[in-house]
Nanobody, 114 residues
Framework: QVQLVESGGGLVQAGGSLRLSCAASRNIFTINRMGWYRQAPGKQRDLVAAITSGGITSYKDSVKGRFTIYRDVAKNTVYLQMDSLKPEDTAVYYC????????WGQGTQVTVSS
């Protein structure tokens, strides 16, 4: 089982930056893939960025070049650095860990004002 605790959301103006953190309760090398999803009101939850246990990263097209996912293995934490934020990035962001079972964090609100 994996517990995920997110932090770092908030309110920021367009063009600003935020960093989200997701602390896992176990060694993240043992987790096949960790990622960040987001869900805006009335929309489905979409994958934003992911990192595999081997360190391979992937991104949603609309965030490429603006968002960076990375990890600190010593802290069992995955981060999402979000730069050049846009109002359309406004959503609840969820941390995700994929093993045989999928685990979710509680979500953190990101609001980007224009």
């Amino acid at each position: 089982q994996v517990q995920l605790v997110e932090s770092g959301g908030g309110l920021v103006q367009a063009g600003g930056s935020l960093r989200l953190s997701c602390a896992a309760s176990r060694n993240i090398f043992t987790i096949n893939r960790m990622g960040w999803y987001r869900q805006a009101p009335g929309k489905q939850r979409d994958l934003v960025a992911a990192i595999t246990s081997g360190g391979i990263t992937s991104y949603k097209d609309s965030v490429k070049g603006r968002f960076t996912i990375y990890r600190d293995v010593a802290k069992n934490t995955v981060y999402l650095q979000m730069d050049s934020l846009k109002p359309e990035d406004t959503a609840v962001y969820y941390c995700n860990a994929q093993q045989v079972i999928t685990y979710w964090g509680q979500g953190t609100q990101v609001t980007v004002s224009s």
